[in-house]
């Protein structure tokens, strides 16, 4: 048989020793290590139906799944492309626990097209998600969870980029914008496009003081940008003051906590913005 037949694939590959066994170790380790810390393990379907899937998620999102026929049903299904979503989703539909509930899981996701050069399109993912607890407290857990994983993991060269996703909800919300306004500013905003941005806001109307801060949001970044912050945002509203205050409260808890872990600030870093809930 031609050699072409065995070929897998582009962006699939198979995990042979001796890495396949470090990988597991890996895995173990940190399973346990979550299991210690109080997380529950999780193990969510590989494919669901997909408004199940992709409810409460973003476009990309919708992107990177590949999309199947229900031979059953006729509904269409997703394979997973990520599985946060889907452990929010047994938290508020599965368990609807009145207290703050701690999952953690692990599993392989398909990508349709790879998120970078050469990168895989069926990656490992592992992690853990607190619920229940929207304060500075539970994100100073979470971010202390992931450091201690990636040093089990051997990375040393740490550092955080913060953001907070109040800051742009608040900002939106004072602006006025409906949902898909809302959605079409956020994208411009990852790519940091600002005049796109400044577009968009003359386009929706915005008021030129908001205009102005929006705008603010993508130049925001660095290691001082929480001071630069300050002034610029000093006319928007109280929500978006009180993500402010729970990122400098943060920054302070993260210091004193790991006084040598470079942090910067990145008020236009939105990921999780369509699923993240505190």
């Given amino acids: 048989m031609e050699k072409k037949h065995w070929l897998l694939p582009e962006g699939i590959s198979e995990t042979l020793p001796p890495q396949a066994y470090a990988l597991e170790r890996l895995r173990r380790e940190l ?20 408004d199940s899937l992709l409810t409460g998620t973003g476009g990309d999102l919708n992107l990177q799944t590949f999309k199947l026929t229900d031979q059953l049903t006729g509904r269409t299904l997703g394979i997973r492309a990520d599985i946060t979503p889907q452990a929010a989703r047994i ?31 069926s990656p490992r993912q592992i992690g853990a998600e607190l619920y ?7 994100e100073l857990e979470i ?44 994208a ?50 109280q929500p978006v003051q009180h993500a402010l205050d729970e990122l400098r409260r943060l920054a302070g808890l993260l210091n004193k906590r790991y006084p040598d872990l470079p942090v910067h600030y990145d008020l236009a870093e939105l990921r999780g913005y369509h699923y993240h809930t505190g």
């Avoid at 290590?33 to 969510?44: A, H, I, K, T």
């Avoid at 229940?132 to 539970?138: C, D, L, P, Q, R």
């Avoid at 089990?152 to 608040?170: N, P, Q, S, T, W």
């Fill in 31 to 50: 399973l346990d290590l979550y299991r210690s810390w109080g997380y529950e393990l999780v193990f969510p379907p590989f494919i669901e139906y997909l």
């Fill in 188 to 237: 411009a905003l990852q790519r940091k496009a600002i005049p796109e941005i400044s577009g968009l806001l003359a386009d929706y109307g915005t008021d030129e003081p908001t205009a102005g801060m929006l705008v603010s949001l993508a130049e925001l970044s660095g290691g001082d940008a929480l001071k630069v912050a300050a002034d610029r945002l000093a006319g928007a509203s």
């Fill in 143 to 186: 971010l202390s969870l992931m450091i201690e994983s990636l040093r089990r993991a051997g990375i040393e060269d740490i550092y955080l980029d913060l953001g907070h996703v109040g800051i742009f909800r608040g900002l939106s919300s004072q602006a006025g914008f409906d949902q898909r306004q809302e959605h079409a500013l956020f």
């Fill in 91 to 121: 938290d508020a539909h599965q368990l609807r626990r009145e207290c703050p509930t701690r999952l953690c899981y692990q599993g392989t996701v398909l990508h349709s097209r790879s998120d970078a050069l050469a990168a895989s399109r």
């Fill in 132 to 138: 229940g607890h929207g304060g500075v407290e539970a």
